[in-house]
């Protein structure tokens, strides 16, 4: 009887220690993947998204760059949160906590050279912040909402794919003019570097 007992603890010890040995490799082998693709492949909502929707950005934030796409009529404007602004002011590294806004408008040929603004159609947001290490993008992550705030998506290798060509300006195409619009206390102008099929 005695033995039965100690037989069937001993089972019983067994089984557990096969269920958690393979329950930490089920976690250890599926963590690394979720850090390569970012923080989700699926479809979230607004408030599964880290990236959060900056709904006073045009208050809040400045206005550091206007891009014209003059082949595909389309103007974005740049903007920054303000203590991440002031911080450059002393230093040129991009700060943790930096949001960067861009809105994306389709246009129409103007009197002069530049493209004039007719409707918001897209926000791009990029969001920097220590620790988060995503593959491939730095500290960044990123989303793309409507105008009126809602997600359209929090896929980040679909962003990834662009902004590792400049991954030697901290993955920000337009951190010259940036750095410029910190110098100067103005907003910089540029045509995109790019062709057609990067502007929406
Ligand atoms: C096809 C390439 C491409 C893809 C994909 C792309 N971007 Fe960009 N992004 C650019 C370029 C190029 C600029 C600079 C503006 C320009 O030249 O039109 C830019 C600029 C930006 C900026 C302003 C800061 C900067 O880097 O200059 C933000 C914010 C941004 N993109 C967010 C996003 C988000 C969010 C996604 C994914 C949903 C995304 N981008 C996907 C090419 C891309």
Known sequence: MKLTTWISGLLLFVVSIGIAIA???????????????????????AAASPVQFPSNYRQQF??????????SGVVRQMYIDRPSLESLKASEAVPSGTVIVMETHSARR?????????????????????????????????????????LVSDHQNSCIGCHIQVRDRDYLFTLPALQMAVR????QYQETEFGTSVCR
Do not use: M
């Open 184 to 187: 100067t206390g103005q907003p």
């Open 110 to 150: 103007g009197d002069g050279d530049r493209l004039v603004p007719t409707q918001l159609n897209n926000l791009f947001v990029r969001e920097k912040r220590q620790g988060w290490n995503i593959s491939n993008s730095g500290e960044w992550q990123s989303a793309w909402y409507s105008p009126s705030g809602s």
């Open 23 to 45: 329950f930490s490799h089920f976690t250890a082998s599926y963590s690394p993947l979720a850090a390569d693709v970012g923080f989700s492949q699926t479809p979230a909502s």
């Open 62 to 71: 400045r206005h550091y760059a206007t891009v014209d796409c003059p082949n």
